[in-house]
């Protein structure tokens, strides 16, 4: 990613040291597009429903624990060697980037995004939250994530990457059992326990220290549109106009194609 570039970034200021930055910006990219594709394809694209379970079951919490278990879906077999074999991944060291990233975002840095004495509230950022947490949580007996600080600063650093996707494992299990049976109950335990609430301090710390990148939390993209050259009514070449600035490139969508 351009951010993990740039002299103030992301993942400069909040890695904890300086392997973690020389992973991120070596295996930062592949590994965030292999999650995704991971995620959408086969993490949605599983996980049945036991007979006579409702799609209904879970209602306002089946958003965030359907995305949380296509996250944790593919975080887990991030790290199969499968991967590597299939030449997906280039190596076993790889995926500990998306690790890496995945959840120091979710348990800290996507909050960025999110106003000082709010709470979260969007399906895909409490779907973060609640496998960040959770696995925090579960692991403190082994340590396998921990919080550290450095110069009056918060960092969140994995110990143990084999006992990390162990505890995705027995998570991505209770995700997928929660969905199959339509444990309503259990779903909404998981939410409120772990994917709402944001820790005050932690937050106007992560605040004030993003302030000083001068970043932006959101990026847009400025698409092309692709004109056809026609003569005597044949198509013979095409050019390439870019709108003026993303505003009128979304009031120009909105116009052409709100009707879809």
Sequence with gaps: MASQEAPK????????????????KKYGTLTNNIHTDLHECLGHGSGQLKEGTSPN???EFSSPLEEARADIFALYYMADPKLVDLGILPNSEAYKASYISYIRNGI?????????????TQAHMQARKLISEWCYD?????NVIEKKEKDGKTYFVINDYTKLRR?????LKELQRVKSQGDYNAGKDLIETYAVD???DLHKELKERYASLDLK???GFINPDIIPVTENGRITDY??????????????YGKKYSFL
């Design 9 to 24: 970034s992301m993942t400069t200021e909040f890695s904890w040291d300086q392997a973690e930055i020389d992973l991120l």
């Design 198 to 200: 944001i820790d005050q």
């Design 138 to 142: 579960n692991g403190r007996k082994d």
């Design 57 to 59: 079951a879970l209602k």
């Design 217 to 219: 939390p959101y990026g």
């Design 239 to 252: 050019k390439v106009e870019y709108p003026s600035d993303f505003l009128q490139q979304m009031l120009d």
């Design 108 to 120: 800290f840095t996507q909050f960025v995004r999110i106003d000082l004495g709010k709470n979260v």
């Design 167 to 171: 505890l995705f494992g027995e998570l």
